[in-house]
C-alpha cells in the first residue's frame, strides 16, 4: 500500500521550486545546540528557552529589552576613533576601525543612550563585543564620562553594560588611561550621590573588569558570564595548575563576594526598576 511504502523512487524538487530560509531566521543555542527561531528568541529576551543559557547580544538589543517601548535618545553617537600611534600590525588601525564600522553598523565598541525603565529615567552606557571585541579605547572612556557628566547634571541614575576583551592594544598608554579617567568620573558621581549600577556580561574581561566595571554602587550581573581579569588559559598556564570548577563565571564571582546578585535577564527591566524606585525613595 501507498501509506507504507513509497511507489514512486528518486523525487526531487527543481531548484526553481525549493525554498530558502531568509538569512537571520534561526539561530542555534552555543549551549544545547538546539535551533532557535528569531521571533521566539526576541520575546524570550534572547535567553534559550529549553536551557535558559544567555545568548551574547550587543547595545541595540540590550535597549530594546530595557528601554520602554523601545524609545531613547542617544548621545555623543558620532564620536569615532583617531590613530595617535600610527599603529599597523597586518593592517593600519584606521582600516580596522572603518572595516568595524562598515561590518557592524557601529561608530565604536560603545553606545549611550537615555530613555525610561519602568517610567524611571535611566542613562546607560553599553558595549558591543561585535566591534573589535569589545576593546576599551579612547572612544569607549570618553563616552562613559560624557554619560556620567549628563547622570550629574540631570541628576539621573547611570547604568553601565559592560562587554570587553579589554583594553584596546591599538591605542596602548591612551586605553589604560581610560581606566584612571573613568574612574575619577565615578568617584564624582559618588560625590553627586546619584546612583550607578554596574551590569557584567559574557565576557568582562581585563582593564574593563580592573576599573569601571566593578565600581558600581551594585554590582549585578547575568547567568553564566566570564568575569575576570587575564582570562582561564592565561591564568593556568602562569601559576602551572588546575583552575577550580566553574572558575571566573559569574556564580563563582558571587560566591566569592564580588558581586551583588545574579539576574536573568528576562527579570532584568523589572530587577532594575525595582532598584530605582527605592533609591529615589
Aim: proline letters at 4%; a positive charge; hydrophobic letters at 40%.
Amino acid at each position: 500500500m501507498a501509506w507504507f511504502k513509497r511507489e514512486k523512487k528518486g523525487i526531487s524538487t527543481t531548484t526553481e521550486e525549493k525554498k530558502e530560509a531568509p538569512d537571520g531566521l534561526w539561530n542555534k543555542c552555543p549551549n544545547c545546540k538546539k535551533a532557535l527561531h528569531s521571533a521566539d528568541l526576541i520575546e524570550n529576551k534572547y535567553v534559550c528557552h529549553y536551557c535558559d543559557y544567555h545568548l551574547r547580544i550587543g547595545s541595540k538589543e540590550y535597549f530594546q529589552v530595557l528601554f520602554d517601548d523601545n524609545k531613547f535618545t542617544e548621545l555623543f553617537a558620532n564620536l569615532t576613533s583617531g590613530d595617535p600611534l600610527q599603529f599597523n600590525d597586518n593592517k593600519p588601525y584606521t582600516e580596522r576601525i572603518v572595516e568595524s564600522q562598515a561590518k557592524t553598523g557601529l561608530k565604536d565598541a560603545i553606545r549611550a543612550a537615555h530613555g525610561k525603565v519602568d517610567g524611571q529615567e535611566l542613562m546607560v552606557a553599553c558595549m558591543d563585543f561585535a566591534f573589535i571585541g569589545g576593546s576599551m579605547g579612547s572612544v569607549v572612556g570618553e563616552k562613559i564620562a560624557r554619560s556620567i557628566d549628563y547622570s550629574i547634571k540631570n541628576k539621573v541614575p547611570f547604568l553601565m553594560i559592560s562587554k570587553s576583551g579589554g583594553a584596546r592594544m591599538m591605542e596602548a598608554a591612551f586605553s589604560l588611561m581610560q581606566m584612571a579617567k573613568t574612574s575619577a568620573k565615578l568617584a564624582l558621581l559618588a560625590q553627586a550621590k546619584i546612583p550607578y549600577i554596574s551590569l557584567l556580561t559574557d565576557p568582562t574581561t581585563g582593564g574593563v573588569t580592573a576599573s569601571y566595571a566593578m565600581l558600581g554602587d551594585i554590582n549585578i550581573a547575568e547567568p553564566g558570564a566570564l568575569i575576570g581579569f587575564a582570562g582561564p588559559r592565561v591564568i593556568k598556564e602562569t601559576i602551572k595548575k588546575d583552575l577550580p570548577k566553574g572558575f571566573q563565571t559569574s556564580e563563582f564571582v558571587l560566591e566569592h563576594g564580588f558581586l551583588d546578585f545574579i539576574v536573568d535577564r528576562r527579570q532584568m527591566k523589572a530587577k532594575l526598576a525595582s532598584f530605582l524606585k527605592m533609591m529615589k525613595n
